[in-house]
């Protein structure tokens, strides 16, 4: 059980494109999502926790308009990268939070996308 | 930045050897958890101590918590290739908020 799936797995296109990465919990529900961000040999950096129903709360210095979350439904959480430069070339992380579960404060991690931006 | 240390960044052993990795951090935690990523993949949570444990065991694996010196050591024993992986940290401070605040993380090579 509790297994997050994120789609695609890998992802290239040209800069000033969008790029959505779906985030789904498979079989649990989760209220709240969280969006990192991991550059090589770093750690993961939150970029924002996705509320179902509510938008998001992005962490400072992440802009807002250009990273996207939409988390319209209990399984799903989406994240739009907007006119995509190389910079925001980087592994995507996903988490979800299952609050019906004993360890309620266990996130449970996505695989990642890897996105490169040309 | 509030982001925890980890020490040390790096860690190469021999099949067999224990490994021990350090995490410091800098706020006041509700509780304290280990993550392991292998290269270019997701985070599997390995274990989770709260800030009233001092001490967690879970197969091989053993979790220490000091809170008055905001640190906290996992040690892998009898390590096995299959080990090799990054290890993190990872804090949930003891306010309203559910985001986890991530270590720098130990690189850590087993050879066989």
């Known amino acids: 059980g509790a297994v997050v799936s994120q789609h695609p797995s890998w992802v290239i296109c040209k800069s000033g494109t969008s790029v959505k990465i779906e985030c789904r919990s498979l079989d649990f529900q989760a209220t709240t999502m969280f969006w990192y961000r991991q550059f090589p040999k770093q750690s993961l950096m939150l970029m924002a926790t996705s509320n179902e129903g509510s938008k998001a709360t992005y962490e400072q210095g992440v802009e807002k308009d250009k990273f996207l979350i939409n988390h319209a439904s209990l399984t799903l959480s989406t994240l739009t990268v907007t006119s995509a430069h190389p910079e925001d070339s980087s592994f995507y992380i996903c988490s979800a939070r299952d609050l019906t579960s004993f360890g309620a404060d266990t996130q449970y991690f996505g695989p990642g996308t890897r996105l490169t931006v040309l | 930045s509030q982001q925890g240390e980890e020490d040390p960044q790096a860690l190469s052993i021999q099949e067999g050897e224990n490994a021990t990795m350090n995490c410091s951090y800098k706020?006041?935690?509700?509780?304290l958890q280990w993550y392991r990523q292998n290269s270019g993949r997701g985070l599997v949570h390995l274990i989770l101590i709260r800030s009233n444990e001092r001490e967690k065991h879970s197969g091989r694996l053993r979790v220490t918590l000091d809170t008055s010196k905001k640190s906290s050591s996992l040690l892998i024993t009898a390590s096995r290739a299959a080990d090799t992986a990054s290890y993190f940290c990872a804090t949930k401070e003891n306010t309203g908020f559910q985001k986890l605040v991530f270590g720098t993380g130990t690189r850590l090579l087993v050879s066989p």
């Open positions: 706020t006041s935690i509700n509780n």
